[in-house]
């Protein structure tokens, strides 16, 4: 499972949860200083900076008393010459030092006295956020003076980071700006990159009909099949006996807690999906409310062949057991459709579960292809399924994973079924309150429907 989140932050005034430290202080034209991790300081840097006019404001102040002793009453405007801005990379990865400055300016040209920087952190964890608060009194801003707060924060877990930072003047707000920042796993490996020697030593697609069949990817295991209106894939299993967050994973991501890893990219099985006419409904959402995830029902079937060779099918349930009831989950699996994503810097976009790895699961995740639709943690302490081992074959069997949108039938001959599992009873009642997590990305799901490709070249690539 993965470990619990450290994640660390600065003390000025007030903290609302506990977090590791780290402060760089830097000065113009020097290297950034070693980080200290459990300071208690804020770096500061002050420079001259040039003259920038800023929209007019309301917000008027006298200026202070020069140093020469005499009076300067001229009034000004603060939003014309105080400036605020974040500056952090955008992508980082779990386990990274995240750090970024708030770079306050005065562009004018007298000092402003009793002026101080605020700003929060909303850390989002998948299914909780913690928020953090600090304060920076700055005093006096001299006139083309420029402050510059350095703040470092630690996690080991990914999610998503709201920044904010605020100039106020005797409690009153000048000006504010946000930032968003992404904390990811690291991305698994591309198909390319694997020997595609791999997926044929798995024997072909355990089905009736294999001639149906059309590959939707040259370099990955996955087929369609449109007459049949399924979605076919060979994987293997990973896992027998452990806690589960999913039930199949990309390769090379989060074979520790999936019973089937499966060495495909997931917005090829999300192109599947729409091949067959299968709209995406909505990804779970955590913050400002819980949300469940909403989609089409999918039936997933697994298909394996005993050490005698003979072919044995069930519904994916079998395979996961419930904690409480020890029984195999009754729950079913929805079209949740992921998220495709935008670079903030660069403008380009992927996939989001190929970044995560989280194709079908059982705890929830915005980046799920599959999920649940009742709330699932992936809380350490509080998963609801586990391996359901005595029903799973042994570690290494090559498994063909079916996917059906629900009511297709499943062709099977009548000696290679085994007992099926208890059906999936309706999904627990949407709108729960629970912990929150920031919004999914507003560029959501893919707009058009890829064709399939019939030349063996990937629907969506």
């Not at 991305?187 to 149906?212: C, I, M, N, W, Y």
Request: a negative charge; one cysteine or more; charged letters at 20%.
């Amino acid at each position: 499972m993965r470990p619990q989140t450290r994640v660390g932050f600065l003390v000025i005034v007030l903290s609302v949860i506990s977090f590791q430290t780290g402060c760089r202080k830097e000065r113009p034209g020097s290297a950034v200083s070693q980080s200290h991790t459990h300071s208690h300081e804020m770096a500061v840097v002050r420079a001259d900076e040039g003259k920038r006019a800023q929209p007019a404001s309301p917000s008027v102040a006298k200026a202070p008393e020069a140093d020469t002793g005499q009076a300067a009453q001229s009034a000004v405007n603060l939003m014309d010459i105080l400036d605020i801005e974040l500056k952090a990379a955008t992508e980082w990865q779990a386990g990274n030092e995240v750090t970024f400055h708030v770079e306050v300016r005065n562009h004018g040209e007298v000092p402003v006295d009793q002026i101080e920087i605020q700003g929060t952190i909303q850390f989002g964890l998948q299914d909780t956020i913690s928020e953090a608060r600090w304060t920076f009194p700055v005093g006096r801003l001299s006139a083309g003076e420029t402050v510059s707060p350095v703040l470092s924060y630690v996690s080991t877990k990914p999610g998503i980071w709201y920044v904010a930072a605020a100039i106020y003047q005797k409690g009153e707000l000048i000006k504010a700006t946000t930032r968003t920042l992404y904390i990811r796993e690291t991305e698994p490996p591309k198909p390319s990159e694997k020997p595609e020697k791999e997926a044929v030593s798995l024997g072909p697609p355990l089905v009736d009909h294999p001639e149906r069949l059309q590959r939707l990817h040259p370099e990955s295991p996955i087929w369609l099949d449109a007459e049949g209106r399924a979605v076919v894939m060979i994987g293997q299993v990973c896992q027998r006996q452990a806690p589960l967050e999913l039930f199949a994973c990309l390769k090379n991501s989060k074979e520790h807690e999936s019973v089937v890893s499966i060495d495909t990219r997931a917005y090829i099985v999300h192109a599947g999906l729409l091949a067959l006419g299968v709209e995406p409904g909505r990804p779970v959402q955590f913050y400002p409310e819980y949300r469940p995830a909403e989609g089409p029902e999918i039936d997933v079937i697994v298909a394996w062949k005993d050490p005698e060779g003979k072919v044995h099918t069930a519904p994916a349930q079998q395979w996961v057991r419930d904690v409480r009831t020890k029984q195999a989950m009754s729950y079913p699996w929805i079209f949740t459709g992921s998220q495709l994503l935008t670079d903030e810097e660069t403008g380009k976009q992927y996939y989001y579960a190929d970044t995560t790895g989280e194709l079908i699961c059982v705890s929830n995740f915005p980046s799920a292809v599959l999920d649940l639709p009742i709330r699932s943690s992936d809380s350490n302490d509080a998963l609801l399924f586990e391996a359901f081992t005595e029903n799973i074959p042994p570690l290494g069997t090559a498994v063909t994973v079916i996917l059906k949108p629900k009511g297709t039938n499943v062709s099977q001959k009548p000696s290679e079924q085994r007992a099926t599992a208890t059906s999936p009873t309706p999904a627990e009642s949407a709108g729960e309150k629970g912990p929150a997590h920031p919004p999914a990305d507003k560029s959501g799901v893919p707009e058009q429907k890829p064709a399939v490709d019939r030349s063996g070249s990937s629907p969506m690539e």
